[in-house]
């Protein structure tokens, strides 16, 4: 091979690189991911149920964003009243973000959703009075507590 076709595939090789690179971006820790939920998710849901949420707005890292608003992200219930012997206060936490087909996992902070419990007339149509029902549509914040690597 002469020196030319190898100067040819070094920089092939490089253009390649440098390439991929970009591709790949780290969310720090620390970043604040705001989502909608999609899944209807209430504190009698049983610990460790998934549910569906979207990306409210882009994830940004050095003013470039590297994850879209309406992102498929996935969560987890925490906590919750579910289990009479170990009842606590609903409690969420993301579990995965979905990025080009695949579920990249994510590791946040739990978060208490807040809003009125149901009444007893609320109760009449499926939920126990008393129980915390976070809605499709409704808006939640998760901080990252290890960066992420896309």
């Not at 007339?121 to 901080?143: E, I, K, M, S």
Request: proline residues 5%; aromatic residues 2%.
């Amino acid at each position: 091979m002469n020196q030319t076709k190898i100067i040819v595939v070094i920089s092939v090789i490089c253009a390649s690189i440098a390439v991929s690179s970009l591709n790949a971006a780290t969310i720090p820790a620390g970043t604040t991911l705001t989502v909608s939920t999609v899944s209807l998710v209430t504190s009698q849901s049983v610990v460790g149920r998934s549910f569906e949420a979207k990306l409210a707005q882009d994830v940004s890292v050095k003013g470039n964003a590297v994850v879209k608003a309406g992102t498929t992200v996935f969560g987890k219930i925490a906590t919750s009243r579910a289990n009479p012997r170990k009842s606590g206060p609903l409690s969420l936490e993301l579990a995965s973000i979905e990025v080009n087909g695949r579920r990249i996992p994510v590791k946040t902070n739990s978060m208490e959703p807040h809003g009125p419990p149901q009444t007893a007339r609320q109760a009449q149509y499926g939920h126990t009075a008393g129980t915390t029902v976070v809605n499709p549509g409704t808006r939640l914040q998760f901080q990252l507590l290890q960066s992420v690597t896309l």
